[in-house]
């Protein structure tokens, strides 16, 4: 069993903008990493060229292709070919923060058995400083809730779900749910692996040092993909059969829609690289981030 070494892997489509990024700061942390698995899914741009020169770089360093759309496929192909025990999953706008990597192989080299999966926040890098204000806060209070009850202080054993851009798990968990992941383009894919892991009878873990970034660009994009992107929570935990949660999720998904309409022209406004506001970028031109489904491809 090898534990000292981290498989990193990133679905990619079309992210030129941000992947140079992403890969730099994993390249920082790479004497932590065995292995960064870029899965290109059918990029068009110059996303797959910037990688094989980065890889010419670093020769941990691969790159795989899954010619199924979607984030689902794309992920599958990627985990399914990392060779680490510890398999971290992120997205290609996702800026680890210093020590992520060392964080995520410590927790698990003596972590309890039935931990599976492990996660950590994430914050907004390019939304209004009061917009990622909320999310920090937010998400440091709910860490020092779970920590306050935890023996251990790498993290807490007990969080229900794993975030998509800032996960890891274990490779015997990744078999053993492998099968009960749902294939369907209108659910929340870490939410049915969360819930899959769950079915098993395993447990996640929020993971102090799992720290990273990831663009708020999702809340910029049209509102009726933002709508019917929201209204994927529902449906994943009805494919679960969990009638309850479906039922509860309608409050969340409201309170993510208010929020977003609230802050939808202050973020459209906003230019994280000058760090100001203006009337013409609320107008500008923008391409919607496309969801992790193969039908809105």
């Given at each position: 069993m090898n534990d000292q070494l981290l498989s990193v892997?990133?679905?990619?489509?079309?992210?030129?903008?941000v992947i140079t990024d992403c890969l730099e700061r994993l390249i920082a942390q790479?004497?932590?990493?065995?292995?960064?698995?870029?899965?290109d899914n059918n990029s068009t741009d110059g996303t797959a060229q910037i990688v094989r020169k980065m890889q010419s770089e670093c020769s941990r360093i691969q790159i795989v292709e899954e010619l199924s759309p979607g984030l689902i496929p794309a992920r599958n192909t990627g985990i399914d070919a990392a060779k680490y025990?510890?398999?971290a999953r992120i997205d290609a706008d996702t800026l680890v923060e210093p020590g992520?990597?060392?964080?995520?192989?410590?927790?698990f080299r003596n972590a309890p058995s039935e931990v599976a999966a492990g996660t950590g926040p994430v914050t907004p890098f390019d939304s209004t400083p009061l917009y990622r204000r909320l999310f920090e806060r937010a998400q440091t209070r709910e860490v020092a809730q779970r920590m306050a009850v935890s023996d251990d202080p790498r993290g807490a054993?007990?969080?229900?779900?794993?975030r998509g851009p800032n996960m890891a798990l274990r490779r015997e968990a990744w078999a053993a749910v492998r099968s009960?992941?749902?294939?369907?383009?209108?659910?929340y894919e870490d939410l049915d692996l969360s819930l899959c892991i769950r079915d098993a009878g395993l447990k996640m873990a929020c993971i102090i040092g799992m720290s990273a970034k990831v663009s708020g660009r999702r809340f910029v994009t049209g509102p009726l993909s933002f709508w019917r992107y929201t209204g994927h929570l529902r449906t994943t935990y009805l494919v679960h059969g969990d009638r309850k949660s479906a039922r509860v999720s309608r409050i969340a998904i409201w309170t993510n829609r208010l929020m977003y309409l609230a802050f939808l022209i202050p973020n459209r406004a906003y230019d994280h690289e000058t760090k100001r506001s203006s009337l013409k970028n609320i107008f500008a031109?923008?391409?919607?981030?496309?969801?992790?489904?193969?039908?809105?491809?």
């Open positions: 892997v990133i679905p990619v489509y079309n992210e030129q903008d790479i004497d932590d990493i065995g292995e960064i698995v870029v899965v025990d510890v398999i992520w990597a060392a964080a995520v192989t410590q927790y054993v007990g969080v229900a779900s794993v009960s992941l749902s294939t369907r383009p209108d659910i031109k923008r391409k919607d981030l496309p969801v992790p489904t193969a039908a809105e491809r």
